[in-house]
């Protein structure tokens, strides 16, 4: 026993060697996972945006859900549904239906026209360019977030990773029967989720936002479901005439074409 522990193979110098052994085992191991890992995940994003970016025409239909948080701190859940039509680069709409707003929006290359159904009001905008353009323009110029525009922008891939500072490939999961990759990702101001069908066809299946500067973390999510790609649409999908006895208001209007109710801030208080 004398020798072995002399040598320094039994008793406290053998625990010693043990967790020295151990804890360089740990460092090995923990260190080239996690950039597979970031790495993995990021490989996984560019995959699903160059597919969606190679279709020059989709169709979707979809759910969301939006939080907000009230000044005594309750968490308040808005649900809306809506369709969706794109034909790259210049074509799109979209309407949506909640338990507040009735909306469609249909942009033609020209002309952006909104109209609130359940209002019979109607606005229009001259925007001539392209759907990444209306995107920016209605952003940057009416306040509106467009959370999921992202998904199809000609380049999503540049959009969704700006600001990026850790990404994760979490495994697998299955949305409404389809089993997805699972994809988290961080910036300074958000977490965000992303599924990502597996195969041949990687689209998104659901997007799911949380915000890190709002007490209480409310979440935005999208959910996908009906996608078709490929479909060319007929040009009258892409007209605009406004119904009979619409009233015509200023492109103001636009501001106010929100997920929520008057007077509700997204991810804010009420």
């Not at 939006?66 to 308040?76: F, R, Y």
């Not at 074509?91 to 942009?107: I, M, N, P, Q």
């Not at 697998?172 to 597996?198: K, Y």
Request: aromatic share 8%; proline share 6%.
């Amino acid at each position: 026993m004398r020798t072995q522990s002399a040598l320094g193979f039994g008793g406290r110098n053998a625990w010693r060697l043990g967790t020295a052994v151990f804890a360089l085992t740990v460092l090995l191991l923990a260190g080239p996972p996690a950039q597979a890992e970031d790495d993995d995940a990021k490989a996984i994003l560019k995959t699903m945006s160059d597919y969606v970016a190679s279709q020059t025409t989709i169709s979707l239909t979809f759910d969301t859900d939006i939080e907000v948080i009230t000044p005594e701190l309750e968490k308040i859940q808005f649900t809306n549904s809506g369709r969706l039509s794109l034909s790259r680069p210049d074509k799109l709409v979209a309407s949506r239906t909640g338990g507040y707003a009735d909306v469609e929006l249909v942009f033609d290359g020209k002309t952006l026209s909104a109209l609130g159904k359940n209002i019979n009001a109607y606005t229009q905008l001259d925007a001539p360019g392209t759907v990444d353009q209306l995107i920016e323009r209605l952003r940057a110029g009416f306040g509106l977030a467009l959370p999921a525009a992202d998904l199809l922008l000609s380049q999503p891939y540049d959009g969704l990773i700006a600001d990026v500072i850790e990404a994760k490939h979490v495994g697998s999961g299955v949305i409404d029967g389809i089993e997805c990759e699972h994809l988290a990702f961080r910036n300074p101001e958000t977490d965000w989720q992303l599924w990502v069908e597996i195969g041949e066809h990687p689209i998104p299946r659901k997007y799911v936002i949380t915000s890190k500067t709002v007490t209480g973390a409310p979440q935005y999510t999208l959910r996908i479901k009906d996608w078709k790609s490929g479909e060319q649409a007929t040009s009258d999908v892409f007209a605009f005439t406004p119904p009979q006895g619409a009233t015509k208001v200023g492109p103001e209007a636009l501001s106010s074409l929100d997920e929520l109710p008057p007077g509700v801030a997204a991810g804010g208080n009420q």
